[in-house]
Structures are given as C-alpha cells and as structure tokens.
C-alpha cells in the first residue's frame, strides 16, 4: 500500500458547510467533491461532531435550551432588539399517512419540519434555535410548547404567526393584519 497525501482543512469545511446549507443526498456531495457516496457519508460521520465543537469552542452556536436562553442572553447588549421567527424546511415526504399528514405544512404546500428561531436585530446573530417539529404545527403552538425563558430588557418582534403569544419582555412588536379591500 502507498502512503496518502493528507487532504487539506479547506475542502473538508467546504464540504461540511455545503452540506449543511442544503442538506443534499449523500451521492450528490460524492459527486460535487469527487468521491463515492460511502466516503461522503463517512466525512459527514467524521467532520460534524468536529464542527459542532469548534461553533460551540467560539460561543457562535444558538441556544437550544428554551429554560437556559435568558440567563444566556442577559448580559448580551445586542440582545435588546431581537427578533422571533418560525422557519420550515423541506424534508422527504413520509412514507405513512399519519406522518404525512403531521408533516404537510398547509402554507408550504409541501412537507415541511419546523423550529423557532430568535435573531438579534443588529447583529443578526441566531440566539436560540428550538427543537424540531412536524411542519402542521402553527408558530404559536411550537412556541408555547417550547416555554421560552426570556431575557427582561429584550424587545421582541414577532410576525402574526405568534398573535396571542405574550412573554413577559420589556416591549412586544407586531404588526397588525392588513385589510385587503375585495371588489
């Protein structure tokens, strides 16, 4: 057997964050790095936990313990003026029923899985990024079920997907619903 020229950092952490961001078959990254789809899915198994710990080493990776996110967050100034979000990602449609229908997001029109995100508005810095949840869940719903602990000097915008979603923070936003005029 011949020695191997180590592969560089570089196309490792292209490889992990392509993957990452759209999350494609495992055969597909094989392609686009130039490897079957076993090395692919062994880089996967190998570079994630890698990535995880260097977000977490940096202190960059969102809350994800909804108890833990305002003692986090009370000492943050950016935190102030944050925003809160439901976000749905496309997934396989599920193969049973019952599943297909808990995943089918009305919305979408696709089968959807579901989180909670709250961003700092200056810094656009994801602070808390909840559990998942079967895209049929409404916002609001996902957000009570969650039972965030929040921050007091925080003013948090929410969109209408959270109306009668009240926290106790300093200052609530949310726009109205528009009256769209029919003829």
């Known amino acids: ?17 392509v993957y990452q961001k759209s999350y494609p078959l495992q055969s597909v990254m094989g392609e686009l790095f130039g490897m079957g789809q076993s090395q692919a899915n ?29 003692t ?9 003026d944050s925003i809160m979000d439901g976000t749905e990602r496309r997934r396989q449609r599920p193969k049973n029923a019952e599943k297909q229908a808990l995943h089918y997001s009305g919305k ?10 709250i961003a700092t508005a200056k810094k656009r810095r994801v602070s808390y990024l909840s559990q998942t949840y079967p895209g049929k869940m409404h ?11 929040y921050p ?6 929410k969109d209408t997907g959270f109306q009668g979603y009240e926290p ?9 619903k528009s009256c769209t005029r029919r003829n």
């Not at 986090?72 to 102030?80: F, L, V």
């Not at 007091?152 to 915008?157: D, E, G, M, P, V």
């Open 108 to 117: 979408k029109k696709i089968h959807t899985d579901k989180n909670i995100v």
């Open 72 to 80: 986090k967050e009370k000492n943050r100034k950016d935190a102030a």
């Open 42 to 70: 062994e880089w996967i198994h190998c570079l994630f936990p890698i990535l995880k710990q260097a977000l977490d080493d940096m202190k960059v990776t969102p809350e994800r313990d909804p108890k833990k996110f305002g």
């Open 152 to 157: 007091k000097h925080i003013a948090l915008h």
């Open 1 to 17: 057997m011949g020695a191997t020229t180590p592969i560089p950092i570089e196309p490792k952490l292209l490889f992990a964050l």
């Open 168 to 176: 106790k923070v300093r200052k609530l936003y949310q726009p109205k």
């Open 139 to 149: 916002d609001k719903k996902v957000a009570d079920s969650e039972k965030i602990s």
